[in-house]
């Protein structure tokens, strides 16, 4: 199995304000969705709630949302719900169950950690993480949530450091923005959750 973190986020780390993302970059959302297409995606509740009532769930994806809220009484077991297009749609009432989802699922070979702020912290110091896909914002932008600083220890400043290199010609630049993915240097291995 892989795992890896996809976010986008301005210099100071904001990922969102209200409840939604402070900018609109289509071209970035259109790379958001082919990158975590035929995978698992792990969101909190905030994250869900934020996609539109019409996009959610996110085809062609195996959506996972961690939320004790959404789980109600059942706050040891799994929920399971299919939409009209029957594309699935799992809530956890904590991440205590994602390796047994995960591992047990057949469907899928990658994960993505997609957000927001605590999903991101707990992948950051738990998962042995494959790569961190990142689009960075030109500008700084208003918010109330951000990704742990802590993602930035890994960001190399001449193309490696720790577990982590710049992927070769993922760094691309866009008008308001730039996107890079680093990789861990030895390669996808079997993560324990």
Not at 42 to 50: A, C, H, L, Q
Request: glycine residues 6%; negative net charge; contains cysteine.
């Amino acid at each position: 199995m892989e795992y890896n973190l996809i976010v986008a986020c301005d210099p100071k780390g904001v990922i969102g304000k209200d409840g939604k993302i402070p900018w609109h970059f289509p071209e970035d959302l259109k790379f958001f969705k082919d990158t975590t297409a035929n995978s698992v995606v792990v969101m909190g509740r905030n994250t869900w709630e934020s996609i539109p009532y019409t996009r959610r769930p996110l085809a062609d994806r195996l959506n996972l949302v961690v939320s004790a809220t959404m789980a109600g009484d059942d706050k040891h077991g799994v929920v399971n719900y299919y939409f009209p297009d029957y594309t699935p749609m799992v809530v956890l009432p904590s991440m205590d169950r994602l390796s047994d989802v995960v591992e047990n699922q057949k469907l899928y070979d990658k994960v993505f950690f997609i957000g927001g702020a605590s999903i991101y912290k707990w992948a950051l110091e738990n998962v042995k993480l494959d790569n961190i896909y990142v689009t960075q914002m030109d500008k700084e932008y208003e918010g109330d949530t951000f990704i742990p600083m802590s993602i930035f220890e890994h960001f190399p400043i001449q193309g490696k450091v720790g577990d982590f290199e710049i992927k070769p010609n993922s760094l691309e630049f866009f008008d308001g923005y730039a996107r890079f993915c680093f990789t861990r240097k030895k390669g996808p291995s079997p993560c324990s959750i």
